[in-house]
Each structure stands twice: as structure tokens, then as C-alpha cells.
């Protein structure tokens, strides 16, 4: 069983910053990639950012430039550095462990960029 813990979702003002901060405890097995995701009401979820094991990056397309994904791959952990905060950022952030046998999902926080 394994269990992600998200941390750091927060109210921030437009072109302001957060750190979203993921922790994974239990039998993780063998992880092959770790990210975050986000879904705002009535939208889908969709992919923020990705960082596999081997180190290759993924970044949707609205966040390139201004978001950062970092791992510790030997605390099971990942975390996004959000800078240039914009309204279109606000919306649950989940982050997500993928093994070859499963996919594991956090609770989710919420980041809501508002002045």
C-alpha cells in the first residue's frame, strides 16, 4: 500500500509563487515516473508536469517556463516550484506515482491564484 501526502497548496496573488511539496511512504515497489496534475471546476484533470527515474521532464505546454519539477528519487519524493502565478492556475494539484503495475494517487490541494 502506498500513500502520497501533498503539502504547500495555498491563496496566492497573480505573478506569486508556491511550492507544492509530495511525499510517498509504504511499499512503493519499483517507481517509474512521479508528477502533478490539476483539475479545475468543470474541467478535466490534466498533466502539469512529469519526472520519470531516468530524469526526463514533461511540462504541459501552459506551464513551461514558469513551473519547475524536481525529485529526490531516494526519498520518494517530488515537488513543483510554481512561479508567475496566473488565475488559470487555480485548481486542484494532485500528484501522481507510477510504477509498471499500478498508478497511485494523492489527496490533492488546492491552489487558488486570486488578487
Known amino acids: 500500500q502506498v500513500h502520497l501526502v501533498e503539502s504547500g497548496g495555498g491563496l496566492v496573488q497573480p505573478g506569486g509563487s508556491l511550492r507544492l511539496s509530495c511525499a510517498a511512504s509504504g511499499s512503493t515497489g519499483s517507481i517509474v515516473s512521479m508528477g502533478w496534475y490539476r483539475q479545475a471546476p468543470g474541467k478535466q484533470r490534466e498533466v502539469v508536469a512529469t519526472?520519470?527515474?531516468?530524469?526526463?521532464?514533461y511540462y504541459a505546454d501552459s506551464v513551461e517556463g514558469r513551473f519547475t519539477i524536481s525529485r529526490d528519487t531516494a526519498k520518494n519524493t517530488v515537488a513543483l516550484q510554481m512561479n508567475s502565478l496566473a488565475p488559470d492556475d487555480t485548481a486542484v494539484y494532485s500528484c501522481?506515482?507510477?510504477?509498471?503495475?499500478?498508478?497511485?494517487w494523492g489527496q490533492g490541494t488546492q491552489v487558488t491564484v486570486s488578487s
Open positions: 501522481r506515482l507510477s510504477t509498471v503495475r499500478y498508478d497511485s
Open positions: 519526472k520519470t527515474n531516468g530524469g526526463i521532464t
